[in-house]
């Protein structure tokens, strides 16, 4: 959006199964629906495929952005139609509990492909260090960035949930195994706090974990599922949670996290060096080797301590002000672009306007 507005043609495209917008344009950006083969597998190998040849097939499209390193494969195939073809790599995709099999040896596989894009994007130096270290590859560091929530956004959704505001906790994520939720929901048990846990969140592809979930959360309930939640009913959790958990301890940038903490929450976080690079001293820390009793004792805690946890989220907000502010994101995002664009770069000729066409995951 920002570099639509910076006068470039932008290009997102969204799976047709998942996203329900048939709007052609959204401020300024052009939106495209493709289909995919929707199983847990062939998912993003099979979309990133489609968009590769869709935007293949069009003569404006001088840079393709890639997210997820699933899509590795594709890199070689837009370089030689003369694109510059970047990726952006998140945490070890192929350790994640989901997957096994051909799923786990493919993510495996596709770190290895990686190097064949014009420049890998890694948003956490915990992410570039290990590409550096396990596959020789020099990532290019740009963080992700995030909008400060800045005034109430409502209450409409503590409404309807019967919520007070700073009077419930918050998760949310997608509901797999590395996202910690079943630990965020022991420690809540184990803390006998007397304030709601409200968990935001669903996937279509763990319908076992889901159910483990919600038998651990049996005979509580206190503990509320939203499932999925976007939009303003979102933002209002945000603004008015008393404290986010975050269960996840990969080295990546959570998106959720920025946002959480942009939204001036107080962040409860497995203490990684990924989580570490992100919060640093503006989180409440919780030791991996132990994360239901830490997790517990921060329900606990929190629940009697409404001022600590303001603190904390006031922390949490001017450090992604100073950090992770989308306006400096862009401009790094824009020097690139132009960059590998220019006749000197040694990968492709400079193009008459610079025309960026992104497939996100």
């Not at 393709?64 to 699933?70: K, P």
């Not at 494969?73 to 970047?86: E, F, K, N, S």
């Not at 038998?215 to 599922?225: V, Y």
Request: aromatic share 12%.
């Amino acid at each position: 959006m920002r570099l639509a507005q910076r006068g470039h043609e932008v290009t997102v495209y969204n799976r047709a199964p998942f996203n329900p917008c048939r709007e052609k344009n959204f401020e300024g950006v052009r939106l495209v629906r493709l289909p995919t083969l929707p199983t847990k597998a062939t998912d993003t190998l099979v979309h990133g495929g489609i968009c590769t040849l869709h935007a293949l097939a069009r003569a404006d499209g001088a840079v393709l952005y890639y997210c997820g390193v699933g899509n590795a494969c594709w890199m070689r195939l837009a370089r030689l139609w003369g694109r510059v073809a970047l990726l952006n790599v998140d945490g070890a995709d192929f350790a994640r509990a989901k997957w096994s099999g051909f799923g786990r040896w493919w993510l495996r596989q596709s770190e290895r492909w990686a190097g064949g894009a014009s420049r890998v994007i890694a948003d956490n130096r915990e992410i570039q260090k290990r590409y550096l270290r396990e596959h020789g590859i020099d990532a290019e560091f740009i963080p992700y960035g995030t909008r400060l929530l800045e005034a109430d956004p409502g209450r409409g959704e503590l409404e309807r949930l019967g919520l007070k505001t700073k009077e419930f906790f918050l998760y949310v994520s997608r509901l797999t195994p590395e996202n910690g939720a079943l630990e965020v929901i022991r420690g809540y048990r184990q803390s006998g706090s007397t304030l709601p846990l409200v968990v935001v969140g669903d996937e279509p592809y763990e319908k076992g974990y889901l159910a483990r979930l919600r038998a651990e959360a049996e005979g509580c309930p206190q503990i509320l599922f939203t499932g999925y939640l976007f939009g303003e009913g979102y933002r209002q959790l945000s603004w008015h949670a008393r404290a986010f958990f975050l269960g996840s301890a990969f080295d990546a940038t959570r998106p959720v996290l920025l946002e959480q903490m942009g939204a001036g929450g107080c962040v409860v976080l497995q203490e990684v060096p990924g989580n570490r690079e992100i919060a640093g001293e503006a989180a409440w820390w919780v030791d991996p080797d132990d994360p239901v009793r830490g997790f517990a004792e921060a329900f606990r805690a929190l629940t009697g301590d409404a001022a600590r946890a303001a603190a904390l989220g006031l922390a949490a907000r001017e450090r992604v002000r100073t950090r992770y502010d989308w306006e400096r994101v862009t401009s790094q995002y824009e020097e690139l672009f132009q960059k590998l664009l220019a006749p000197s770069s040694g990968d492709f000729p400079a193009r008459p306007r610079g025309d960026f066409t992104e497939n996100p995951h």
